[in-house]
């Protein structure tokens, strides 16, 4: 399997990274030298064998669905680039 | 007042009131900023240093105090401390003030411990030499033989491995997902411990890939890191994979010896193309513990050399998929001048994240997406089975494996930092350890030739530390290791 532009430029999008016109291409043989080497996974016979879920064997603890903590805008907001009060502001989504 | 203590000489020393944490901490201080010429810190914090010592001195003048009373320690810069910016070695972070501290870090100050600062690091972990760092690289204090050539402190822990190795504070904290405590540990000549998955609890970590992340002690002993794990392990409700698993008293697990103690040797360790200074070592190693009454088996983990590939598949995933959060709405780099939410998402993150981090976004997302999925990821995490079984046949027939560190000593800076598989290849001895979850500890075991340090590599069953950490004495104590580097840097 051979990664090319457009599908650097397909995950790109995907991953939310814009990546300039003239990265594509660099970025594809990078990914490719991974993924070439990556290949000798194939030679293994997983048949039969289960995905990794876990890997310490423990159930999922459950807790009481309480509210535990809470009430803390200020200190929520106080990273945000751009706020206005206790709203984050961003570019204009709706027309 | 020199700072070439360990932890449990320092810690002995104020409980029997010889020294103040004041005295200790102002002289750590002072090491801090004679250290700047290795890029070890990338953020002091003095006065919060001597706030704390202040509190100290006060507690153990009352006969008070936790395990860790009045000891000053250099925290990874991926813990997040409250009211301390915490940047994960990121633009993106650049100007992160947390609004929470840490669980580790959390447990470390209710221990009494003492804040000299946040240490570099490759940018959210991802790198074996710490020269992703936004920050700039690091240097390694060792410098080779009639060498004036700076080395990579190994990654991504590096800034911690440097300020131990470099005597800048007692011991640090690191974090270890492929290999990022045992492998700058070993090239620094300092001591690492990445502990079973779920032993110290995630919560307050920058996450890199959650199923492979793990928080430990870089020491200059082996009894240090016994004792500063005992700190930073807990259960917490915030992280649901922590385990609730008793924690002992390790330092006290040290005792007791190795006699009858079944050491596995792994045959597919040994690599083609190695250094024959690498084998030679491990050999070595397996006399001393021979010697101190140990019974050496071979082993095979028949698996080992598909783990490289599925970690690059595994930690990938797992990172594209945490590293979504960084979107510069709610905090962190915000790209000016979008033209709508999603310019502003693609440049933000863009502009925020480096190279390596990037590529490995991209990675992971491509593994992830539709088409690729069972090809890629569904496979690697069959693959990842079948390395954790190996590791279970394996204690079949022994309690711990012993292994080298890493396949080399620190190499120059730049170096490698063109070749990402040339990069990723440093980890090819630690990163099976968190594919299985499984403890491992880097201990210094010689120099090599050119007089750089070597560390070899102790892996235990789940949650059983204290037998690591016991053989990890063994070998400490045979290897007699009290080289230092030259202290170059103070004359920079």
Redesign the interface.
């Known amino acids: 399997m051979s990664v090319d532009k457009d599908t650097v430029r397909r995950i790109a999008k995907l991953a939310r990274l814009a990546v300039p016109e003239e990265n594509l291409a660099p970025m594809a043989d990078a990914l490719n030298g991974i993924f070439n080497w990556v290949e000798m996974l194939g030679e293994v016979n997983v048949e039969g064998v289960p995905a990794m879920t876990s890997v310490i064997a423990q159930k999922l603890k459950w807790r009481p669905d309480a509210v535990t903590d809470g009430g803390n805008a200020d200190a929520l907001m106080a990273n945000a680039p751009e706020h206005e009060g206790t709203f984050f502001v961003v570019p204009k989504v709706v027309e | 007042m020199s700072t070439a203590f360990t932890l449990a000489k320092a810690r002995d020393a104020l409980k029997a009131r010889k020294i103040s944490s004041k005295e200790l901490t102002q002289s750590f201080i002072a090491a801090v900023e004679q250290g700047r010429p290795l890029n070890a810190f990338v953020t002091e914090t003095p006065e919060k240093a001597l706030a704390m010592a202040a509190a100290s001195d006060a507690r153990l003048a009352k006969g008070e105090g936790g395990a860790l009373e009045g000891l000053p320690l250099a925290i990874k810069d991926l813990f997040c401390t409250k009211g301390v910016r915490t940047t994960a070695g990121s633009r993106i972070l650049g ?3 947390p ?1 929470y501290e840490s669980t580790v870090t959390q447990n470390l100050w209710n221990a009494g411990a003492v804040m000299l600062g946040k240490t570099n690091m490759d940018e959210f972990a991802m790198g074996s030499s710490n020269e992703t760092s936004a920050h700039g690289p690091v240097f390694n204090p060792w410098r080779a033989k009639n060498s004036n050539a700076n080395l990579v402190p190994g990654g991504s822990s590096g800034g911690s491995s440097c300020a131990v190795a470099a005597d800048l504070c007692l011991a640090a904290t690191g974090t270890d997902t492929g290999g990022s405590i045992r492998q700058p540990a070993a090239v620094t000549g300092t001591v690492g411990l990445k502990p ?3 032993r110290c609890s995630r919560w307050g970590i920058v996450a890199f890939a959650s ?1 492979l992340d793990q928080a430990g002690p870089m020491t200059k002993t082996v009894r240090d890191a016994a004792i500063l794990l005992g700190s930073m392990a807990s259960v917490d ?1 915030k992280d ?2 922590s ?1 609730d698993v008793p924690v002992p008293d390790y330092e006290k697990l040290l005792e007791g010896g190795i006699k009858g103690l079944k050491v596995g040797i792994p045959k597919e360790y040994r690599m083609d193309g190695a250094p024959p200074e690498i084998a030679a070592l491990w050999d070595k190693g397996a006399d001393w513990l021979k010697a101190q009454g140990a019974e050496i088996v071979e082993v095979s983990l028949p ?1 080992t ?2 783990a490289l ?2 970690y ?2 595994v930690a990938p995933a797992e990172c ?1 998929s945490n590293l ?1 959060r960084y ?8 790209a000016k001048s ?10 933000s ?2 502009e925020g ?1 480096g190279a390596e981090v ?2 490995r ?6 593994v992830l ?1 539709a088409g ?1 999925y069972d ?2 990821y ?9 390395i ?1 079984r190996d590791f279970t046949e394996a204690y079949r027939k022994c309690d711990v494996l012993l292994t080298p560190a890493t396949p080399g000593p620190a190499f120059a800076v730049g170096d490698k930092s063109d070749d ?2 040339a990069m990723y290849l440093n980890d090819v001895f630690t990163v099976t350890v968190n ?3 499984l403890p491992g500890l880097a201990v210094p075991a010689g120099l090599t030739e050119t007089g750089l340090p070597l560390g070899l590599q102790l892996i235990g069953k ?1 949650f059983d530390e204290a037998t690591v950490l016991r053989a990890g004495l063994a070998i400490e104590q045979a290897a007699g290791f009290a080289h230092k580097p030259a202290n170059w840097w103070r004359a920079a």
Do not use: C, W
């Open positions: 100007n992160f003030v609004p079973t998955y779920g199923s409700a649901s994979t385990m698996h050399k598909y590939p599925t690059y598949i594209s979504a979107d510069g709405v709610r905090f962190g780099h915000r979008a033209r709508d939410i999603t310019d502003l998402y693609e440049k993150r863009a994240f990037q590529r976004i991209l990675i992971g997302t491509y997406s690729y090809a890629y569904a496979r690697a995490q069959k693959l990842r089975t079948l954790a990402p598989v594919l299985a979850g789940a």
